[in-house]
């Protein structure tokens, strides 16, 4: 019986040791897991900032060109329109 339990032991102590194992591994997958998924959000976080800057960029860049047009449209359509001429006479000639 004493051996018995004995056996029984050592085989515990096995398995115990076995799971200990396990765990260990098991929790540096988890750590590299965890730096990889901290990398890989940093990398989104980087990417929509730089796509945030492009995108404003892009924006300044169209900003003067649509604003110079807008301008000349205006002045065009005012002097169209005579509301503005371009020969006006302030002299009352």
Not at 42 to 71: A, M, R, V
């Amino acid at each position: 019986m004493k051996e018995k339990f004995r056996i029984q032991k050592c085989m515990l102590q096995e398995k115990n040791a076995q799971l200990e194992n396990d765990l260990a591994r098991e929790k540096e997958k988890i750590y590299q897991m965890e730096n990889s998924i901290r990398s890989l959000d940093n990398d989104i976080h980087k990417l929509q900032f730089k796509q945030s800057l492009q995108q404003l960029y892009l924006w300044n860049q169209e900003l003067p060109n649509n604003h110079k047009n807008q301008i000349e449209l205006t002045e065009n359509s005012q002097i169209n329109s005579g509301f503005v001429s371009p020969y006006s006479n302030h002299f009352g000639y």
